[in-house]
């Protein structure tokens, strides 16, 4: 039976990434006022962030339904879905919820859904896990007990330019987000085991911080000759290209890969921002 891999739109991937795998992208749905985005290959995302710049209020988003779930799960193949932190979304039920639904009517079909306890490169990184596994020929439960155990042991911290969309869509706290804005500091933050966010390294200025973005790798990491580093940037090729050159002087992961956001991520790290997952 051949493998489907279903995520949300979360999961920031190359045109090529998408090619190499059997996989389908979910979209969640933005909000800026009154007009409704939708983060699918259609999506302007320059055009996106340039009207969050320009809105007044901060966008919202919605998780998909369990039809939109149910839609991808069609077909013969095998499903491993890949979702945002249950924590962070409702994006992780209402893909269970579509798979249990699913199951009552085939209950031959094998589905699993993976909680990616993160976003962006978390997610990322565990799809192209999974990718890897079933070109290795693991049958479907040793996959599952791979992935969980690969989610278990991954790091995931991101550099911000801006706290605002995060606090006011209620994923930080609004008084860290007021003063890391009045006093310049650039916070460096992290997903923790159970999928929340937290406060990793406050540095006032960003080269500060950049520099000790890269130093948290070293800080946090552990047998990075056996993994990948992914770096998802939102409208910062350049800072993307800048932040792997500086890993790759100081550290020697397997491989390093380098993703634009899509609209979901680029909804909550804003211009500038950047995701790591390893």
Avoid: W
């Avoid at 406060?199 to 911080?209: D, H, N």
Wanted: proline fraction near 3%.
């Amino acid at each position: 039976m051949a493998v489907k891999i279903v995520a949300d739109s979360s999961c920031d991937l190359t045109e090529e990434m998408k090619k190499e795998m059997n996989i389908e992208l979910v979209p969640l749905s933005l909000q800026l006022g009154d007009r409704i985005y939708i983060d699918n290959e259609q999506l302007d995302v320059m055009e996106y962030i340039r009207d969050m710049k320009n809105h007044p209020t901060s966008p919202k988003t919605a998780c998909p339904s369990p039809q939109d779930f149910l839609n991808a799960y069609e077909g013969d193949d095998a499903i491993f879905g890949v979702t945002l932190s249950s924590e962070l979304s409702g994006t992780y039920n209402s893909a269970v919820l579509a798979k249990n639904i699913y199951l009552d009517e085939q209950k031959e079909k094998f589905i699993h859904i993976f909680d990616s306890k993160g976003a962006s490169s978390t997610e990322t990184l565990i799809s192209l896990k999974i990718n890897e596994l079933v070109k290795k020929g693991l049958d479907n439960l040793k996959i599952v007990e791979k992935v969980e155990e690969y989610i278990k042991e991954m790091k995931t911290f991101f550099l911000l330019e801006s706290l605002e969309h995060l606090a006011k869509a209620g994923r930080l706290k609004p008084f860290i987000a007021k003063i890391a804005t009045l006093f310049s500091i650039k916070p460096i933050m992290g997903a923790t085991e159970e999928g929340t966010i937290k406060l990793v390294e406050k540095v006032r200025g960003y080269k500060k911080a950049f520099k000790k973005f890269v130093d948290t790798i070293g800080k946090e990491g552990s047998n990075l000759e056996e993994k990948v580093l992914s770096i998802a940037h939102c409208n910062c090729p350049e800072r993307a290209v800048k932040f792997k050159e500086e890993v790759e002087k100081l550290y020697n992961f397997k491989d390093i890969v380098i993703v634009e956001m899509a609209g979901l991520s680029s909804t909550y790290a804003d211009d500038g921002g950047l995701v790591i997952a390893f």
